[in-house]
């Protein structure tokens, strides 16, 4: 009984030395998500090596609220997803679990990191690895986007 009670213990250390970290971590991936949501607009983007003709581009949108997130073009939806983040990874993780779109049902690996107001995203295709740098060659299959945040209906009609 006296070994149970020391290994309870032991344990019970152990956990209250990860705990402070795991917090941080937590806090992290929180400040991350806060920072995301919103209305973002595309300012660059290539898939699988080739640009995202400007078109395109100029027409791309992404909307986060909570931990949901869409992708459109236009009045397009190209994707819905759940996304999870992990800010204590280098470089941070993000993970998609489609819910709409032609990836529905499948998960996305990327990475993502903030640049003052910016923020930009490497996605692996459903099913690949997650990538570990920023890139989109030809037959990597993966997106690679920037995006800024959009600024508010309020502030647009100020500028007028």
Same mark, same amino acid.
């Given at each position: ?7 309870? #213990?032991?344990? #019970? ?20 998500? =806060?920072?995301?949501?919103? @209305? ?8 699988? !090596? ?17 931990? @949901?997130?869409?992708?459109?073009? !236009? @009045? =397009? ?27 529905? !049902?499948?998960?996305? #690996? ?27 060659? @030809?037959? =990597? ?20």
């Amino acid at each position: 009984m006296n070994s149970l009670k020391i290994t309870f #213990l032991i344990g #019970l250390a152990a956990v209250a030395g990860i705990s402070p970290a795991w917090a941080e971590d937590n806090d992290a991936a929180k400040k991350d998500k =806060e920072k995301l949501q919103g @209305e973002w607009s595309m300012v660059s983007g290539a898939s699988d !090596g080739m640009q995202i003709p400007e078109e395109y581009r100029k027409e791309m949108k992404r909307v986060c609220k909570g931990d @949901e997130l869409t992708v459109s073009r !236009g @009045e =397009e939806v190209i994707m819905k997803a759940k996304i999870t983040l992990d800010a204590s990874a280098k470089p941070k993780t993000i993970d998609y679990d489609v819910t709409d779109g032609p990836n529905k !049902g499948k998960k996305q #690996l990327g990475i993502y990191e903030f640049d003052g107001e910016t923020v930009k995203f490497c996605l692996s295709a459903p099913g690949d690895e997650r990538p570990k740098e920023f890139s989109s060659k @030809e037959g =990597e299959k993966r997106i690679l986007s920037v995006w800024k945040k959009a600024k508010p209906a309020a502030a647009k009609a100020d500028e007028k």
